[in-house]
T-cell receptor
Framework: GEDVEQSLFLSVREGDSSVINCTYTDSSSTYLYWYKQEPGAGLQLLTYIFSNMDMKQDQRLTVLLNKKDKHLSLRIADTQTGDSAIYFCAESPMDSNYQLIWGAGTKLIIKP | EAEVAQSPRYKITEKSQAVAFWCDPISGHATLYWYRQILGQGPELLVQFQDESVVDDSQLPKDRFSAERLKGVDSTLKIQPAELGDSAMYLC??????????????FGPGTRLTVL
């Protein structure tokens, strides 16, 4: 079955780059998503990438996709305290009617 | 800015009691989702509506959970009777339509349920 895995925690210093990693299993996935969840707030879509792309950049965010290894990463440049949140990776397998399959989330901790 | 509304934000109940959660999606969004999120895990889809019709409820524990979206707008999720293992965050999301990706789902703030 489908599975999305992420590390549970990542700690970085303010101003450094954060790299959050995700692996997925379903080869029929067409889009892969990154969502952000802040305390007391709903999940917010940050960015997504189509599975035939290698990279997508949007301001401080860079998504890299290694389709061969089924590895997705989210890089946040110049990490700020406002970036503290839980980041969820999700895939949408065509075989599952594009329903989102979610990872457990990576909690990003910013050290001053 | 349009948002998905949910109420209540917090609910504490005793096991065997009935609870109900309400969701009002963004106006014009045809697709509505209910998710359950256990602490430390990602969301798990419980039910998906397209307008007033259920598209997928395969993960909904139908012996105790029910969901409806009678007029294809707002929706109610009910649990009766509640069990200790139902303690979780219940998230509602909506999207314009479910015709395939990419599809941005807009999430409400959730209802945190605690069953004692």
């Amino acid at each position: 079955g489908e599975d999305v895995e992420q590390s549970l925690f990542l700690s970085v210093r303010e101003g450094d780059s954060s790299v959050i990693n995700c692996t997925y299993t379903d080869s029929s996935s067409t889009y892969l998503y990154w969502y952000k969840q802040e305390p007391g707030a709903g999940l917010q879509l940050l960015t997504y990438i189509f599975s035939n792309m290698d990279m997508k950049q949007d301001q401080r965010l860079t998504v890299l996709l290694n389709k061969k290894d089924k590895h997705l990463s989210l890089r946040i440049a110049d990490t700020q305290t406002g970036d503290s949140a839980i980041y969820f990776c999700a895939e949408s397998p065509m075989d599952s009617n594009y329903q989102l399959i979610w990872g457990a989330g990576t909690k990003l901790i910013i050290k001053p | 800015e349009a948002e998905v509304a949910q109420s209540p934000r917090y609910k504490i109940t005793e096991k065997s009691q009935a609870v109900a959660f309400w969701c009002d999606p963004i106006s014009g969004h045809a697709t509505l989702y209910w998710y359950r999120q256990i602490l430390g895990q990602g969301p798990e889809l419980l039910v998906q509506f397209q307008d007033e019709s259920v598209v997928d409820d395969s993960q909904l524990p139908k012996d105790r959970f029910s969901a409806e979206r009678l007029k294809g707008v707002d929706s109610t999720l009910k649990i009766q009777p509640a069990e200790l293992g139902d303690s979780a965050m219940y998230l509602c999301a909506s999207s314009l339509e479910a015709g395939g990706p990419p599809e941005e789902q807009f999430f409400g703030p959730g209802t945190r349920l605690t069953v004692l």
